[in-house]
């Protein structure tokens, strides 16, 4: 009997468990979007069952579950809309592939958005807008960058921005992978001229202040990524405003894009606010074009090519500048004779070769080739009274002579390969690189005071200079760079999870110098609450000396003499960063606030110095420091349809020379951005774009003088920029918006017009005198006194923007 019962129980069982088995069912697919692109990382659930499953890097998935007589299974990411299948009795393995739209593409009128989730250190940054934003510098990225978190810039003239207590040597820019380089001789914001990054041939831009991945290069700070566009279509806009003007033509057909670029921009109508009076002629104009072929699916080609050429000539005719406080106003008149002459010529060039294996296979050859040649030149000669206002009394009369014969030529060339890998939940990248670096610099600039009959500085035997620097230098080398790293997206029941790994490695011939980075970094979304991210990273950041940092002075004979450091080293940052996203809806509108904790150790460190926008090194290791802080940012669309920011940054850099700490150069305490777009209710015609700044004050100290000198404090720099716009062309309801212009071919739907823009934009609009840098005054005693350069002031700008 026990015998039988316990074959019935079996049986039993097994009646029971062959049904399940039966109907056990399996759906695979691909999740794709709205473009045919892989969805990664999308979340499928099947309702009442709680079973889920998670799309692969090519948006493969699969999941199996039990049958029923109605199953609901659900799609979802975040950015895309959320698609549901139901299936009726479903059985054995099902195919169904999915297609799961973007949030910002139109449906039936509407238009949702939803603010793009960061799991990594590099944020993406939309310029959709930056057209009609004012912007002194005439609407580069660079001005974009400088809103962010964690980034200051105080001189509208320079599109230059310093990143959590670096300078601007210390941040990499890179566009279509290929890292581009800037002039070297350039020491004021007047003779920069235009940046390489063309913003009307930016299609993507990255941006990470910290704790970025392996792949990019061996700077401290911070990394630039822009993407250059591959049109689709003819699309071409041209611009103008009292600051230059830009025209842009692009042609793709899917197999072969075009993209040609031409900027001219002018800064005479800026300067004419400045103290010093003269005759301004500035004239900045580059061509730039890019190329993209694809023959066959497996084989693409690129090309980048850019020649640039900057020219800035002045004759300085008078200056007045009162400064002090309201109890102890001083005034500083000049008289000059004289004249400068600068030209900075730039030739880039890059080609792409890539062959794809297979979808998740590709290689990829780069070479690129960087040429500068920089003249500055001048003779200046000055005649100065430094009054007290309210006696009248003359605290200092002299002349003083500048004269500069300054000539730099520098080329790059490099050569690199890299290949890129998908497998499951991994994505490897890996490369290697070789550059070949030469510079040849003359230098030879002199400055004389005489200060009420008697040469500065003052001695009874012989006529000195107050400053003297010669240099004849030539350096030729080469530097050997890889990389590999690793991405890995997985989950688990916590939530999701994104890990970067990657190590760099590095050989310059100059000091046979070996330096190794690894980098990692966290991002974390919890299942528990997915509006929320959480990151961390931390890495090794070593930057290996260019050509400036190389220059140590040394004084012979009374005079200042450069000498190239043989046993330079290089700097080295360490990062530690902790950040946090939440994303939240206010008035069903998109908002994300977040917040990164960070402390960077330095070592190795190279001191400069900063005048105006020119850095000067020490040129050797001699310090050590720190840099600290916390960045803030709340993003969103504070007005519906447009994106508004706010970021507000505390940091803290200091660095120990000779066993004393001095706040470095860029030490912001305190910075505050807030960029805000509207538009008039009821229509889209008229917008509105709102630019402000506010930013504590940097250390200062006189010219030509070491660290332990730099103990006084700039004032804060504070500036608002605002402009209006009008759409007179386009739009969607409707085509032209003055009536004179209705029944014309403008407003014919088959016009190729799209639109055009008319603005108008308030520079400085509360005409506040920023302070820039200072001219120091010595009188025979030995007094001195640091007169303000003040920046520019306010300015009316007009512009129009054509769209085709």
């Known amino acids: ?50 079973i889920g499953a998670t799309s692969n890097l090519n948006g493969e998935y699969t999941i199996a579950f039990e049958s029923a007589d109605s199953v609901v299974i659900i799609y979802s990411m975040i950015g895309h809309q959320t698609r549901r299948r139901i299936l009726s009795r479903p059985t054995g393995v099902i195919t169904m592939d999915i297609v799961l739209p973007s949030l910002n593409m139109e449906l039936q009128g509407v238009t949702v958005k939803e603010t793009r989730r960061q ?79 063309n913003p009307d041939m930016v299609e993507n831009i990255g941006f990470s202040s ?16 822009i993407t250059y566009r591959r049109p689709e279509q003819f699309e071409s806009t041209l611009s103008a405003s009292l600051l230059g003007a830009n025209a842009y033509v692009g042609y793709g057909n899917g197999r072969l894009s075009l993209t040609n670029s031409i900027r001219y921009k002018t800064s005479e109508y800026l300067l004419g606010t400045l103290d010093t009076h003269g005759e301004y002629s500035p004239a900045f104009i580059d061509y730039q074009t890019f190329l993209h072929w694809r023959p066959t699916d497996r084989w693409s080609m690129g090309f980048i090519g850019n020649i640039s050429q900057n020219k800035y000539n002045f004759v300085p005719h008078d200056r007045s500048t009162s400064f ?68 009248e009394e003359n605290l200092g009369v002299g002349t003083y002579m500048e004269h500069a ?46 200060s009420a009959g008697y040469s500065m500085p003052h001695t009874a035997q012989e006529l000195e200079l107050i400053y003297n620097l ?22 688990n029941g916590a939530g999701l999870f994104v890990l970067n790994a990657g190590l760099r490695a590095s050989y310059w011939t100059w000091n046979h110098e070996t330096i190794v980075s690894p980098r990692a970094s966290l991002g974390f979304v919890p299942a528990a609450n997915e509006n929320f991210t959480f990151r961390l990273a931390s890495g090794v950041y070593h930057q290996s000396p260019f050509y400036k940092e190389l220059r140590d002075t040394t004084i012979i004979d009374g005079s200042y003499h450069v000498l190239l450091n043989r046993d330079i080293r290089s700097q080295r940052s360490i990062h530690f960063v902790a950040a946090a996203d939440y994303s939240f809806r206010i008035f069903d509108r998109p908002f994300k606030f977040s917040a990164e904790l960070y402390y960077k150790a330095l070592s190795n460190l190279i001191p400069y110095n900063v005048d105006n926008i020119r850095i000067t090194y020490y040129g050797e290791n001699c310090a050590t420091g720190y840099a600290t802080g916390l960045d803030m940012k709340l993003f969103g669309e504070f007005v519906p349809g ?50 402000a700044s506010y930013a504590n004050g940097l250390p200062f100290g006189p010219p030509h003088s070491g660290r332990e000198k730099q103990i006084f404090r700039a004032p804060a720099y504070r500036r608002i920029d605002i402009g209006m716009s009008y759409r007179l062309v386009g739009g969607e309801r409707v085509r032209v918006g003055i009536p004179f212009l209705q029944g014309t071919a403008l407003a014919s739907p088959q016009s190729p017009v799209q639109n055009i823009w008319l603005g108008i934009d308030a520079f400085n609009l509360l005409g506040i005198r920023n302070v820039n840098s200072y001219y120091w005054i010595t009188d025979i005693d030995n007094h001195q006194y640091a007169v303000p350069n003040y920046l520019t002031d306010r300015r009316v700008n007009f512009r129009i923007l054509c769209e085709f």
């Not at 050569?415 to 030469?438: F, P, R, V």
């Not at 050997?480 to 997985?490: E, G, N």
């Open 1 to 50: 009997m026990p015998t039988i019962r316990l074959l019935l129980f079996f049986a039993a069982l097994l009646m029971a468990v062959t049904p399940c088995l039966a109907d056990r069912v399996t759906v695979k697919g691909v999740i794709r979007d709205e473009h045919g692109s892989p969805v990664e990382v999308a979340n499928i659930f099947v309702e009442k069952q709680l």
């Open 119 to 197: 799991t990594g250190t590099m944020q993406h940054i939309s310029m959709k807008e930056a057209r009609l934003t004012p912007d002194a510098t005439g609407g580069s990225v660079e001005s974009y960058i400088a809103t962010q978190a964690g980034v200051s810039s105080t001189n509208e003239l320079s599109t230059q921005y310093n990143v959590r207590g670096g300078n601007f040597d210390e941040n990499s820019v890179y566009v279509n992978g290929i890292e581009v380089y800037r002039p070297l001789l350039i020491r004021a914001g007047q003779q920069e001229g235009l940046s390489f990054i």
């Open 210 to 225: 910290g704790g970025y991945e392996a792949r990019f290069g061996d700077k401290m700070s911070s990394v630039l990524d």
């Open 324 to 391: 002090g406080t309201l109890e102890d106003v001083k005034n500083f008149a000049v008289f000059f004779a004289g004249k400068e002459q600068d030209r900075f010529q730039t030739f880039f060039g890059a080609y792409n070769l890539s062959y794809a294996i297979d979808k998740d296979n590709i290689l990829s050859l780069n070479a690129a080739a960087y040429h500068t040649n920089e003249r500055e030149t001048y003779d200046i000669i000055g005649q100065y009274w430094l009054n007290q206002v309210d006696t």
């Open 405 to 450: 014969r300054n000539y730099l030529q520098a080329g790059v060339m490099s050569l690199g390969l890299s290949g890129e890998h998908k497998t499951g939940a991994h994505h490897i990248l890996w490369g290697m690189e070789t550059k070949n670096e030469q510079v040849r610099e003359q230098v030879n600039e002199w400055e004389y005071r005489d």
């Open 470 to 491: 010669r240099s004849r230098n030539t350096v030729h080398n080469q530097r050997l760079s890889a990389y590999v790293q690793d991405t890995w997206r997985f989950t």
């Open 642 to 691: 447009t994106d508004s920011w706010l970021t507000c940054s505390f940091m803290r850099t200091e660095e120990n020379i000779d066993g004393r700490w001095y706040p470095r150069p860029t030490d912001q305490r305190v910075n505050l951005s807030f960029n805000f777009s509207d538009y008039f209710p009821g229509t889209d015609r008229w917008k509105m774009s709102l630019r």
